[in-house]
């Protein structure tokens, strides 16, 4: 009689897998709080409205999701990439301010699904590396920027603390501009 031999293949870690704890824990409830309230501002909307301006700002809802992602993004890649993942803003060109402004408005051909699932996968990729980065101190030189003071240094932690603001300040601006598009409110 032959027997079958059972092989047990050890275990791989996956630190991006595990629930996060601790600090990393606080940081990311805070900001998926944040997440939720921009992306509620725009439950059952239509594209065209996503994109609608309802105050005299040139903001509209998709175009806040858009710019905050594309801040989520930007920032995260400079916790680890440093000054590198952003442009030399000091340096900008008109071109290069306009392509800036249209990640304040809905594009002819973008979606709010689109947009929305943009932010989803980097929101995801956001919180990956809060869990598995290996130091919430480690620093990088800010990128050239007129409001970056020269020399100065930001340890991923504050750089996430910064996502955090960005995200609940705009996500009180698509608060404001829900409102004024149809009487829908986030809270209240």
């Keep these: 009689m032959s027997e079958t031999a059972t092989v047990n293949e050890p275990a ?4 991006a897998r595990e629930p996060a704890t601790g600090e990393r824990a606080d940081l990311l409830e805070m900001l998926a709080k944040h997440r939720h309230f921009l992306r509620f501002t725009t439950r059952d909307i239509t594209d065209e409205q996503a994109g609608r301006r309802t105050t005299a700002s040139e903001l509209c809802l998709g175009g806040l999701i858009k710019h905050v992602t594309a801040v989520e993004r930007t920032w995260v890649q400079f916790i680890s990439d440093g000054p590198s993942a952003m442009p030399d803003f000091t340096a900008m060109t008109e071109a290069d301010r ?12 973008e979606t709010l699904t689109g947009v929305l699932a943009h932010y989803a996968e980097v929101a995801r990729r956001t919180d990956e590396l809060v869990v598995t980065l290996p ?16 020399g100065a240094r930001w340890s991923a932690r504050r750089v ?6 960005e995200t609940a300040q705009h996500a009180g601006h698509a608060d404001i501009i829900r409102e004024s598009l149809d009487g829908a409110k986030t809270m209240g």
Aim: charged fraction near 25%.
């Design 135 to 150: 130091d919430l101190d480690a620093t990088q030189p800010l990128p050239k920027a007129p409001w970056s003071e020269p």
């Design 12 to 15: 791989t870690h996956d630190p």
């Design 160 to 165: 996430l603390m910064h996502i955090i603001t």
């Design 98 to 109: 306009a392509r800036r402004s249209d990640e304040f408005r809905m594009l002819p051909g």
